[in-house]
């Protein structure tokens, strides 16, 4: 089961969710959170990771704001990628330095905001990653701050590419994935994009019955898992 570590970002505590399997020797995936932050899940994602071999940690990335209140839409836009480098850096720090597991190649994966994040850390840090997967991640051609956003660091991505996208959702739409996938052809990323009909944004969250799709997200998570095993154990 999935435990939460505090650990220091700047002098600021952050949460984050952490699963190991029980081998003493484990490759890494660093989780990004939706919007809902690390709930029930994203704890089910990381438990689920552990139980296929890999040691998961997922950054709490809303510990700076104010207790408020506010809305998972508000708290979105408070984000700014500068701070999400910050948090992912003291994450991989940490699940590097977790006596359960020694942490060889690791990969970045991301649900929603996440997956836009996941692609930003793909180009952002590309030396960290042996391969990256974002599912359905809205705002990709959009920087959160200043600096560019993570569309515009395609160029710069080393990693393969897994994208789970579906057809009936607006961020990102048909259109915008399509946009990415011509960038990363463009630039000669290896890629591979999944798109399922019948499913909108989020489908794979079975904490929302309304969003969740049970087939669509049981074969993504299998093409995601295999996709990893492919990249994290050469």
């Known amino acids: 089961m999935a435990r939460f570590d505090a650990i220091d970002v700047n002098g600021r505590s952050m949460r984050v969710g952490v699963a190991a399997p029980s081998s003493s020797e484990a490759p890494g995936v660093l989780v990004m959170v939706h919007g809902p932050g690390l709930d029930a899940f994203i704890e089910a994602q990381l438990d689920d990771l552990a139980r296929n071999g890999y040691v998961a940690a997922a950054p709490e990335v809303f510990h700076r704001q104010p207790d408020d209140g506010a809305d998972a839409l508000t708290r979105v836009g408070r984000l700014l990628d500068h701070e999400i480098l910050e948090d992912a850096g003291a994450a991989v720090r940490h699940l590097r330095s977790l006596p359960d597991a020694r942490v060889g190649r690791l990969a970045v994966l991301g649900f929603c905001m996440g997956g836009r994040n996941a692609y930003l850390l793909a180009g952002a840090r590309p030396t960290w990653w042996s391969a990256a997967a974002v599912f359905y991640g809205g705002n990709i051609m959009v920087p959160w701050g200043d600096g560019p956003s993570p569309f515009d660091l395609t160029e710069r991505i080393r990693c393969p590419i897994i994208g789970i996208f579906g057809a009936d959702d607006s961020n990102p739409s048909p259109n915008a994935v399509n946009t990415i996938a011509a960038e990363l052809t463009r630039h000669d990323k ?13 489908f794979l969250n079975f904490t929302n019955p309304e969003r969740h799709r049970p087939e669509q997200a049981r074969e993504a998570w299998s093409k995601v898992l295999a996709f990893l095993d492919r990249h994290l154990h050469p």
């Open 190 to 202: 290896p890629h591979d994009f999944h798109t399922y009909a019948s499913a909108g944004h989020a």
